[in-house]
Nanobody
Framework: QVQLVESGGGLVQAGGSLRLSCAAS????????MAWFRQAPGKERDFVAAISWSTTSTWYADLVKGRFTISRDNAKKMVYLQMNSLKPEDTAAYYCAADPYYSETDRTYDYWGQGTQVTVSS
């Protein structure tokens, strides 16, 4: 079992930055792939980024490549999403997810946080 709690969302102007955090508790955190997804109102939940347990591999959705950076600190059981050059279309609820296997499909992830809202004004 893994429990996930996101924080760091808020209101920011276009071009600004935010850093999301995901605090994990439970066993075997170091063996899980960690990912961020986002869901805008009326839309499906989309993959944003993922990172391997060893931190050597990261994956990004094309829409955020070059602007967002995912990282993790296994000792602290934390996952981060640094978001730069934010755009109004990045507005969504952002969710942290964990699973023993890598995937860019939300339904394959076993554990989810409650989400944190990011709003980017134009």
């Amino acid at each position: 079992q893994v429990q996930l709690v996101e924080s760091g969302g808020g209101l920011v102007q276009a071009g600004g930055s935010l850093r999301l955090s995901c605090a994990a508790s439970g066993r075997a955190f170091n063996s899980y792939y960690m990912a961020w997804f986002r869901q805008a109102p009326g839309k499906e939940r989309d993959f944003v980024a993922a990172i391997s347990w060893s931190t050597t591999s990261t994956w990004y959705a094309d829409l955020v490549k070059g602007r967002f950076t995912i990282s993790r600190d296994n000792a602290k059981k934390m996952v981060y999403l640094q978001m730069n050059s934010l755009k109004p279309e990045d507005t969504a609820a952002y969710y942290c997810a964990a699973d023993p296997y890598y995937s860019e499909t939300d339904r394959t992830y076993d554990y989810w946080g409650q989400g944190t809202q990011v709003t980017v004004s134009s």
